[in-house]
Structures are given as structure tokens and as C-alpha cells.
């Protein structure tokens, strides 16, 4: 039997790891998708593996799952970096045009990505995870995406470096080495799902992306069809489920229900709710747990709202598009629209429809994007190239 062209995302999130895998059924151009989970308890906090051995030895049972179902062995997967320890930078680098005649060569936009060296990292202990063009500039007019042919003096580039942890980067990729799989290339989280839920017209345009989800709130900026920014807050739904049983002290898994099952924030009816927990009764009105809910997701948007306000991009005509398991909560939509003043969805991935996989699929699309014919696509057969010299410029 013929061996199977198998992609395969992973995301280690707070609430559960999440894994696809894609392969194209025998005799026909259709793809077969199999998903699989896992709850997590204690082995990830705030998006950050803590437990690597406790990850891996979920990360196996999946993968004999879906092995199981592929008849086949998993080889190696596209694996998704979370948490805040994630930064951005900017990088620019700039090069004299090389041939007499002035036209721009490939060794050209070669040289100049490789100018554009990541300096400026926080501490010793940072790793590039992934870097992502904004275009080149010839001779300081505007952005082109393929310079190569073109005439001019000087040729510009400016790239978006996503940076992480390295400990915490080092310990998501051994709690996949050690549960059995390769690494085929860690991914941004934000930029994973953003690209699960975005359509080109949207890059292109300006939008916002927010991922919620149960421990952290990530969110992705892009604009003229390129990342602007992102960035990781260390909050999500779960602070909600916890606001809840603080509030109305009760037990942690009585606030969980609570939540999914009355937290409802378009209901304008008020009405008490009794709910039995572990060892008693609780009581409480819609009008109560509205505002507890509330509260907790403005802060979280709001949050989201001033790190716009930081890069100035209050004007997104793409709107905002919410998703991740937390974004399901009724009445989120509307206010982030309220907020925000701006169109907002759901983002919603067709093939998989659950938001809280988003991630996941993100990095099944990024998998596939590498695997075209390079040679026809300028773009990415010089990025290609250029991600393999990031470790370069990391310490």
C-alpha cells in the first residue's frame, strides 16, 4: 500500500490539546481529516507547558489514534507556540543593487533578508520562532512583494520576527519529541488561527483577530495582506468560570456549568436560576451573572483594545473576527462590536466547524502553503529559504 501525504497540526492549550491530521483519501483528490483531544489538568498553565512529561504521554495516546485510524505512522507535525511570553519585532535591511545594469536579482532580495538581522531580543534566553515578510521597497518607492527584474540603486526589506521564551519553547517541542513525533516547524499560535479564519480580502483590507481561549486571549493584527502585530495576554474564558465561583461561592465545576449553560449576555429577561452544586443549592439572578461575565470580557477586550491603541490601528475595515472556544459565548459578538465600533464575526472554519480548533487547522493550511511548488511562487521559495537561516540570528 502506497504511503500517505499526511499533515498534521498540534495545539498544547490550557483547557486541551488539540491534533488534526489531513491526508487525501486513496483514488480521489478529497481529504480526509481526523481530529482528536485531550483534556488538560495541571501540564499547561497560561499556554506554557510545565509538566513536559505529563503532555507527551497524551501527545502518544493521540498519535496511536490516529495512526490507528491512518494505518500509518506519524512522522512529524506543525507544532503551535502560546502564551504572553511571545514578542514581535520589526526588522529592516537595506542593500546596494549588485548588476551593472541595475535589475534586481534573486541573490539580491537574498542578501538583503539576510541584512535584515534580528538584533534587538529582549534577553539571551529568546528564540525567533518565525519571521514573516512585509515586503521590499526599491529605491524608497512603495511595497512590492517580487522586486526580482525590476531596476533601482537600493533595495529595502522589512520582515516581523515572532519571538518566544526559549525554555518555554524547549519544553512544547520535548513534550513532542518525547511523545513520539518530529517537529516539522513551531508556528504562532495568534497567527495559526488567524489564518484558519481569514480570507485574503481581509489581510488585505486590516482586521483583528481574537482568540479566546481558556487561559489566554491572543490577538493578530494584519493589513495590505501582511502581519502588523500580536501579542498574548495571560487571561481567557476560564477567569470567567473562576469570577463565578467567586462570586457566588460555589465550587469551580458547579461555575463552569453555570457559565455554558445561563451565561447569556443578549438575554434582557431577568429571572432567578437555582442550581444544585456539590453540597448545597445555589440561587442567583440573570441580571447578577450577566454583569460577573460582563465584566471579565470587557476587560479582556479592552485590553485588547489598548495594544491597538499602541500601534495606532484603531481603523480596521476588515472588522474584527473573534474565535477560539471562548469566543461561543452568547452575546460576546455584539460586545466587541459595542467596543470596538467596528464589524465583527464569528470565525468560523468550514471543514472543522469549532472554533476551538482554529489553531490547529491554521497550522494544517501552513503546512499545506509550504508543501506547493515553490519554484512557481517567488514569495514563498525566498521566505523558505530565508526561514532556514533563523538560527542564524538567534543566540
Known amino acids: 500500500m502506497s504511503k500517505k501525504n499526511i499533515l498534521t497540526g498540534l495545539d498544547i492549550g490550557s483547557h486541551s490539546i488539540k491534533m488534526i491530521s489531513v491526508f487525501k483519501k486513496p483514488g480521489s483528490n478529497d481529504l480526509e481529516l481526523i481530529k482528536t483531544t485531550e483534556p488538560i489538568s495541571s501540564e499547561v498553565r497560561k499556554g506554557v507547558v510545565i509538566d513536559v512529561s505529563g503532555v507527551a504521554k497524551k501527545i502518544e495516546k493521540m498519535v496511536s489514534t490516529i495512526e490507528e485510524k491512518v494505518d500509518q505512522k506519524l512522522e512529524s507535525v506543525y507544532l503551535a507556540i502560546n502564551g504572553s511570553h511571545l514578542s514581535c519585532f520589526f526588522s529592516p535591511g537595506v542593500v546596494s543593487v549588485s548588476r551593472a545594469d541595475q535589475k534586481i ?9 539576510q541584512n535584515c538581522k534580528i538584533l534587538p531580543l529582549k534577553s539571551n534566553q529568546n528564540k525567533i520562532i518565525n519571521i514573516f515578510s512585509r515586503g521590499f521597497n526599491v529605491d524608497q518607492e512603495g511595497k512590492v512583494k517580487d522586486p526580482v527584474g525590476m531596476q533601482g540603486l537600493r533595495l529595502e526589506a522589512e520582515i516581523i520576527a515572532v519571538c518566544g521564551f526559549s525554555p518555554y519553547l524547549d519544553n512544547s517541542v520535548n513534550s513532542v519529541i518525547n511523545g513520539n513525533l518530529d517537529v516539522e516547524q513551531c508556528f504562532p499560535a495568534p497567527v495559526a488561527s488567524a489564518n484558519a479564519v481569514l480570507t485574503e480580502q481581509d489581510k488585505e483590507a486590516g482586521v483583528l483577530v481574537i482568540d479566546i481561549g481558556a487561559c489566554t486571549t491572543s490577538l493578530a493584527v494584519f493589513e495590505e495582506g ?6 498574548v495576554f495571560p ?4 477567569n470567567i468560570t473562576h469570577d463565578i465561583a467567586v462570586y457566588f461561592k460555589i465550587d ?3 461555575a463552569e456549568k453555570i457559565k455554558t449553560e445561563f451565561g447569556d449576555l443578549l438575554s434582557l429577561k431577568d429571572q432567578r436560576i437555582k442550581v444544585q452544586t ?5 440561587s442567583f439572578s440573570k441580571k447578577e451573572l450577566k454583569k460577573v461575565i460582563e465584566a471579565r470580557l470587557l476587560e479582556i477586550l479592552r485590553l485588547v483594545k489598548q495594544e491597538l491603541k499602541l500601534i495606532d490601528k484603531n481603523s480596521l475595515p476588515a472588522g474584527v473576527v473573534l ?18 465600533k467596528l464589524a465583527t464575526r464569528i470565525g468560523l472554519v468550514s471543514q472543522i466547524n469549532d472554533p476551538s480548533f482554529s489553531t490547529a487547522w491554521g497550522l494544517i493550511l501552513e503546512a499545506q502553503k509550504e508543501q506547493e511548488d515553490e519554484a512557481d511562487n517567488f514569495f514563498l521559495k525566498i521566505i523558505g529559504k530565508f526561514k532556514k537561516l533563523i538560527k542564524i540570528f538567534t543566540p
Request: glycine content about 12%; cysteine-free; proline content about 0%.
Open 226 to 231: 501582511n502581519l502588523v502585530h500580536t501579542k
Open 235 to 238: 487571561v481567557g474564558s476560564r
Open 323 to 340: 474565535t477560539g472556544g471562548g469566543s461561543q459565548m452568547s452575546g460576546l459578538k455584539e460586545l466587541a462590536k459595542k467596543e470596538f
Open 105 to 113: 536579482s534573486q541573490e539580491d532580495v537574498e542578501r538583503v533578508l
Open 278 to 282: 456539590q453540597e448545597e443549592s445555589v
Open 252 to 254: 469551580i465545576e458547579t
